[in-house]
């Protein structure tokens, strides 16, 4: 957790411990990078306004060089620096003040999304049912079990929580438009909030990764004032 108000981390701190979260607070970028290298947190809540740094730059280098999940937890509630936010690769944006309940429900969303909990299965069982796990289309291979992406060259891309399940969500439905409101459920579910630029921001981040130009997209297409469609066929196995 960074955020340069201790009485704040303070607090935070205390609840989220109550709730079964293992808490390091840090009061700068130095020390949360020095923390992320020596033991990585499996998710950063991260305030923007802190003296002397840039916080969306600290938001993109954690993007970046660590796998985690990423929160930001500001008093900044406009609503260009909540798409900036989503744009450098935050997984959720909260705005202070909030109900601590609050919170701890978008930290377990996040992190849910970036552990799934595994079946009940024998060793057999979940072996049989690999092939159903991975998704693919284009040359590309999504595993839904292992949370990954391969391109055709089969180097993995590193996907945040919120580009992954956006991605899964075009995969088991190729060929079908998909509305912004159906997506921003299948991504945040019932944390879900009516903000209209998440499906977008997180759309363009994804077009980044897969797309050959992200500015004539062809997987993942626009349909004007209906929504996105994955334009490939989808295989399993």
Known sequence: MLDDEVDITLLLATYLQGHGFRVTQVHNGRALMALMETDPADLVLLDLGLPGEDGFAIARRMRESWRCGLVIVTGRGDAVDKVVGLEVGADDYVTKPFDLRELVARVKAVLRRLTPELPIASAPA????????????????????????????????????????????????????????????????????????????????????????????????????????????????
Do not use: C, M
């Open 126 to 237: 979940a072996l049989a049912a690999a092939p159903a796990d991975r998704l693919r289309f284009a040359g590309w291979q999504l595993d839904t079990a292992a949370r990954s992406l391969r391109n055709p060259h089969g180097d993995e891309v590193t996907l945040t929580g919120g580009e992954f399940d956006l991605l899964q969500a075009f995969a088991r439905h190729p060929g079908r438009v998909l509305s912004r409101d159906f997506l921003l459920e299948q991504t945040r579910g019932r944390e879900a909030a009516p903000f209209d630029r998440t499906i977008d921001v997180q759309v363009g981040r994804l077009r980044k990764k897969i797309e050959a130009d992200p500015e004539d997209p062809q997987l993942i297409k626009s349909v004007r004032g209906a929504g996105y469609i994955l334009v490939p066929p989808v295989s399993h196995g």
